[in-house]
């Protein structure tokens, strides 16, 4: 189960879902398999040569699988309420901000990035900081749906106020 699923409030259901963008895996993993070629070399190269070879090809596989927990362990959400972010597995940064309380999404893309579908989106917060989250995949997608459900629920919000100003005032006695 995820983080976001974990942490559902009461009626609370998830909207939309996106992660990080699979570009966040091509640096890493060209590095990891220079790292295993060169340490396929080494120990073909001689007899003597298998224990650093060896380390490579380990060290190589473990700049990969460390890629992948990185972009695997980043979560990001949109429920009927909030918008959930989750960042990092050891060392792990949330943000929770309740949709009426959010005063701008920002996306930020170079041409790679539209072209490629991705880009860094920048939460901000009422009376926050600005938090920027790189790499994240459909970040336009990822705004839209913060925008849509943060209009309804202020729509909500000001249905109640008028009904709640209608019915108060339909109990005001007359002067």
């Keep these: 189960m995820s983080y976001v699923e974990k942490n559902l409030n009461a009626n609370e259901t998830i909207l939309y879902r996106t992660g990080l963008h699979g570009i966040v895996l091509v640096v890493?993993?060209?590095?990891?398999?220079?790292?295993?070629?060169?340490?396929?070399?080494?120990?073909?190269?001689?007899?003597d040569a298998w224990l650093p070879g060896l380390f490579l090809n380990g060290l190589g596989g473990l700049v990969i699988f460390f890629a992948i927990v990185v972009r695997n362990s980043t979560e990001m959400a949109v429920t009927n309420k909030r918008v959930i972010?989750?960042?990092?597995?050891?060392?792990?940064?949330?943000i929770e901000l309740f949709l009426s309380k959010i005063e701008s999404i920002g996306v930020e893309q170079g041409l790679l990035g539209r072209m490629l579908g991705y880009g860094t989106i920048v939460v901000r917060g009422t009376g926050g900081t600005?938090?920027?989250?790189k790499k994240v995949h459909s970040p336009l997608e990822f705004r839209r749906q913060v925008q849509q459900h943060s209009e309804n629920i202020h729509n909500e919000i000001s249905n109640v106020r008028t009904a709640a100003n209608t019915f108060g005032n339909a109990r005001t006695p007359p002067r």
């Design 28 to 47: 890493p993993s060209l590095f990891g398999v220079f790292l295993i070629l060169v340490g396929i070399a080494t120990i073909t190269a001689g007899d």
């Design 130 to 133: 600005a938090e920027p989250f």
């Design 85 to 94: 972010i989750k960042a990092g597995l050891f060392r792990r940064k949330t």
